[in-house]
């Protein structure tokens, strides 16, 4: 065609960017009417020289290009080192507050089980005192304590009738 119309790809290489950056620019940017510089044959659009001028200036207001997209490459590396050293950072304080929390189970559980054992002490001690006693009211006493013991005692009552229970009914529509 003409030296005064560009297609896109090649206004992106002359610019060194792709054809989606222009694109995007174009989008972006509302003062650019797109019919206005832009004719198209089959799927290819060209663009004239108005046109051409106006897409160079959205990109020489970046300065150069290839020097910002280097610069940012750099610049996403040394994000890149910032975030693990940030990741690193954190990983190890999460550590240390995982072993400090560790630290503070294992007291608890220690605590726990010498609280038990001292349970279990006292647990002992009370049956050493309850057969102590059961031992001192079962043992054998002179014949005057035995009749004593004997009064204190209940009878147990000869009476037949009363000595079987009555079944119990499940039912209690009087009560």
């Known amino acids: 065609m003409s030296e005064n119309l560009k297609t896109i790809r090649e206004l ?20 650019i009417d797109l019919r206005q510089f832009t004719s198209t044959k089959g799927n290819t659009v060209y663009v004239d020289v108005d046109g051409q001028k106006a897409i160079k200036a959205m990109f020489s207001n970046d300065s150069s290009t290839r020097y910002r ?13 910032v ?30 089980q010498r609280l038990a054992l001292q349970d279990k002490q006292l647990l002992e001690e009370y049956k050493a005192e309850i057969k102590d006693l059961k031992a001192l009211t079962m043992a054998p ?35």
């Open 12 to 31: 992106a290489d002359e610019l060194g960017v792709s054809k989606q950056a222009i694109w995007q620019k174009i989008k972006r940017d509302s003062s």
């Open 69 to 81: 997209q280097q610069k940012d490459d750099v610049d996403d590396n040394k994000k890149d080192a």
């Open 83 to 112: 975030d693990e050293q940030d990741e690193v950072k954190f990983l190890r304080n999460l550590v240390s507050e995982i072993q400090s929390e560790k630290k503070e189970l294992h007291k608890l559980l220690d605590q726990q």
């Open 141 to 175: 006493r002179d014949d005057g304590e035995k009749e004593v013991m004997a009064q204190d005692q209940p009878e147990p009552e000869t009476n037949t009738a009363n000595s079987q229970p009555k079944p119990k009914k499940w039912w209690r529509f009087g009560k």
